[in-house]
């Protein structure tokens, strides 16, 4: 995307050149772009980028926040809380129920934080055991003496 003041003298040095004789299409290409896009500039008289201001409709298919809500809730019970979505859908599949799909159920975990490593996150949640020891080292005899 081309900066506003950018826009401005390209589309300055291109109308002197084009006033000097060139021919637009020339004058276009040499700077970089092309004829209808500076027709485009000069429409909106080469105002500011206006597509952060575009007002934009939700989804009519998004989740409400009552379903998103469930969502957050069925990935934190028992039996899917150290799940990744790619697991809890087909297993709620399985059993005749659907809440989302797994691309819908990735960014509702991720807004509360619980994106990545499911299984870790459930399992030191709960408990702080430590960690499991490695049984002592067998000695061998008659090795080398």
Known sequence: MTGLEDRQRLANDVEQAHQSGAQLSIACQTAGIDVRTLQRWKRNEVGSDRRPLAVRPAPSHALT????????????SAPFADMPPARIVPMLADAGRYIASESSFSPILRAHGQSGHRAVLAHHAGCARPPPTLPPHPVRYGAGT
């Open 65 to 76: 926040d009552a379903e998103r809500d469930e969502v957050l809730q069925v990935a934190n």
